[in-house]
Each structure stands twice: as C-alpha cells, then as structure tokens.
C-alpha cells in the first residue's frame, strides 16, 4: 500500500506541475487579451478631440446649459464613426442655449494646430452666425494666440472664453480629490476679491480676456481649498 502511494505521487506532482504550467500559460494569454482591450488603435488627435469635447459639454451642463446626455455619453469609437479619425474641426464647432434663459447662448469653436492669428480670428468672425443672440464664446486652441489676435477679440461684444485643449482632456470637476464647490453671493465674492487683492478676471470662468483656461490654477493657489467662485454662471 506504501508502495502504491510512493509510486503514484510522482505522477500526482507530475500532473499538478503540468496542469500548473497549463493554467499559467492560460492566465498570461488572459492577461494579453485584457491589457490589449485598453489599448487606443486610433488616432491621438480624434482622442484628444473626443476627450476636450465632452469636458466643454460637462461644463456647460454645469452652468446649466441645455446639453443632451446622449452627447456627453457618446463612447469613443462612436465618435469616431461620426468625425472620423482626423476630424474636421469645422463639424465639431457647437452651440448651446441656457435652459432657464433661453435668450443666453454659447458658441463654442475648435481651431487647428497652427498659431492663433489676427487672419484666424477674422475667419471666427465670419463662421458666427446669429450674432445678436450670441452671449458668449468659447475658443479651444491647440497653440498660441499672438497678442494681436488677442486684440482683436476685445472687438466682439460678448464675452469670450479661451482654453487650451490640453487643459480639457480631464474634467477636473469630476475628480475623486476635488474640493467642494460653493457658489459665492455677489456681496461674499467682492469680499473674498478683496481680501486677496485679486481682480474678478483672475478667476472667472466667463471672463472676457480669460487665457489659457487658468482659471483652475489661480483657484488652488489663490483662494481658500473649499471655496469655488463660479461668477455669471
């Protein structure tokens, strides 16, 4: 009986060892298959587009602009199927009207990869259409602005707003570790401007002359972790 169990245990080790080699091999193939099921196959710039253009929706949902879900949720490859790999940042551009104020609409347009001249904002002039209704702008850029061209937006009557498109490729609102957010009266946001020494512009999501979306930055270093000052909002 000893004998039986000394002999069969090599082969009971042997078969363990193999069906051990079996799984691990099982489990690393598993593995690839998972790891390859995250990984982007399409172009950098219709990801970077994609991921920009839903924070702006994000955003201004917030503000509590009508934005539909269906445009927010859209998934990746549907985005693509839509503007394509290399999208057309004509087709992107977008607009949205206020739900409680329906007389506030805001534009918001993507422009390329050069630098952000006086001949490019003359082109933005013409693309608006129904400027009267127009109340606010939003510019994505993907390079720099001459300060010419920054110039010639103090020309426009509405309000503009203007972010880098690397500055929305995460809603930082949506962050675990975001502070919490407190909308300021009128009379608590003068007091805390003052108190710091900084002017409304500085940290105003709508601010005319806002430039590269910096508005977070000045946030975090300026004011208090727990107070969020969203004016005109």
């Known amino acids: 009986m000893e004998q039986n169990l000394l002999t069969e245990r090599p082969n009971e080790e042997e078969g363990g060892a193999h069906q051990e080699k ?28 994609y991921l920009s253009r839903r924070t702006v929706l994000e955003m ?37 009207t206020h739900k409680s104020d329906p007389s506030k609409r805001m534009l918001v ?6 630098v952000v001249k006086v001949g490019m904002i003359r082109l933005i002039t013409v693309q608006i259409t129904d400027r009267d209704s127009l109340t606010g702008l939003i510019l ?4 720099n602005i001459t300060n010419q061209a ?22 930082i609102t949506k962050h675990i570790l975001k502070p919490k ?6 009379q608590a946001k003068q007091r805390l401007l003052k108190k710091y020494s900084i002017e409304e512009k500085q940290v105003s999501f709508e601010t005319k002359k806002s430039y ?5 930055e000045y946030i ?14």
């Open 22 to 49: 079996e799984n691990g091999s099982f489990g690393m193939e598993s593995l690839g298959r998972c790891l390859s099921s995250f990984v982007d196959e399409g172009s950098t710039e219709s990801h970077r587009y």
């Open 60 to 96: 201004l949902k917030d503000r509590g602009y009508s934005v539909p879900s269906s445009e927010i949720d859209i998934s990746l490859q549907d985005f693509r199927g839509v503007y394509g790999q290399n999208p057309d940042i004509e087709l992107l551009k977008f607009s949205a």
């Open 109 to 114: 347009i993507f422009c390329g990869l050069g």
């Open 140 to 143: 994505v850029l993907q390079n």
């Open 150 to 171: 920054m110039k010639a937006l103090d020309l426009f009557k509405f309000k503009i707003e203007i972010f880098q498109i690397t500055d929305l490729l995460v809603n």
């Open 181 to 186: 957010h407190q909308v300021l009266s009128e």
């Open 212 to 216: 590269k979306g910096c508005l977070l």
């Open 220 to 233: 975090y270093r300026l004011l208090p972790c727990y107070v969020y000052c969203f004016l005109n909002g």
